[in-house]
């Protein structure tokens, strides 16, 4: 990408976004745009598509949408399903209608069956039942690849799809309820550290296993999917399965995770899980083989991503 091309991120308040946003001036890109969802509802069809008219974006990163951990998507299906399915379906097509010359749309790993075959590669998709505790959110991001696809094969465009495995970082909700499980149990543990409490309560058994990614790492990745040529991208994907996985290729317990969490932030305390909660999807592992081929790798391990995750939130979040 020319460091003048005209660039727009959608979601640049999110976690991701915000990453993407600093990446890209800390690279030297002059020509970036963004706008704020009390100036501008993505799920508002006449608004976007005035937006981009106005605007004539070259390339565009889609990294706006509803996002939770298993509570908000248990208790919030039909918002996350229709929240998620309008902005996409605006910024994709008014993308169209303006000429935009490369989108990249950001997905999730929970658009893969729940007992998908570990590591989950990218062919897994519509092979099997999803998760149910967030299902409407993984149809919407299906969707959203489909889409992107659709338009590719029908009008040419360029559109591509990365889907990250969990991620955390700076920027993250550290909501006590809607967030998910690095940022919740960064709170909690911080918490019970704080107020000397005896013991933490996990949701489930502890033995799910999952897989993290820094948001900066994601970034990079967002970077440099966007960055490769049309060829190169079309060469190690399919028309209508072009989505690339973006992960760590490690995963880890739940247990484990809380107990790392719980080194990193000092506290002392017993941890314990209450098993009369859902564990969600066994096990969640990304085969980010694709990326790989691609040049991509990332920078953070576990324990040096959580520690730097920790400290954006001592300085920004603890009051």
Excluded at 204 to 214: C, V
Aim: net charge negative.
């Amino acid at each position: 990408m020319d460091k003048s091309a005209s660039i727009f991120v959608a979601g640049h308040n999110g976690m991701v976004g915000a990453s993407i946003l600093s990446l890209l001036k800390s690279n030297g890109f002059n020509n970036i745009h963004s706008i704020d969802r009390n100036s501008l509802d993505l799920k508002d069809q006449k608004a976007v598509a005035e937006y981009f008219a106005e605007n004539r974006f070259q390339y565009v990163f889609l990294a706006a949408a509803k996002v939770g951990g298993i509570y908000a998507n248990n208790a919030y299906p039909a918002d996350f399903i229709y929240d998620n399915l309008a902005i996409q379906c605006n910024v994709i097509h008014s993308s169209y209608c303006t000429g935009v010359e490369r989108l990249l749309f950001l997905g999730s790993s929970c658009i893969y069956p729940r007992e998908a075959e570990q590591p989950m590669r990218e062919n897994a998709l519509l092979t099997g039942v999803l998760e149910p505790t967030n299902e409407p959110y993984a149809i919407a991001k299906i969707a959203g690849i489909k889409m992107c696809e659709s338009y590719n094969r029908q009008y040419g465009t360029d559109y591509r799809s990365v889907m990250p495995t969990n991620l955390y970082g700076p920027n993250d909700n550290f909501h006590p309820e809607n967030s998910h499980v690095v940022p919740a149990l960064i709170g909690r543990f911080h918490h019970a550290k704080e107020n000397q409490l005896a013991k933490v309560s996990i949701w489930g058994t502890g033995r799910a296993l999952r897989e993290f990614l820094h948001v900066e790492d994601m970034a990079s990745a967002c970077l440099h999917v966007m960055s490769i040529p049309k060829e190169s991208y079309r060469g190690i994907t399919e028309p209508q399965l072009s989505h690339i996985n973006v992960g760590t290729g490690v995963d880890c317990s739940i247990a484990e995770l809380a107990h790392t969490i719980s080194e990193v932030i000092g506290y002392e305390g017993e941890v314990d899980f209450d098993t009369t909660k859902p564990d969600g999807a066994p096990r969640k592992l990304m085969d980010s083989c694709k990326l790989r081929q691609l040049g991509w790798s990332p920078k953070y391990d576990l324990k040096s991503g959580l520690e730097h995750a920790y400290r954006w939130y001592l300085e920004n979040v603890v009051e």
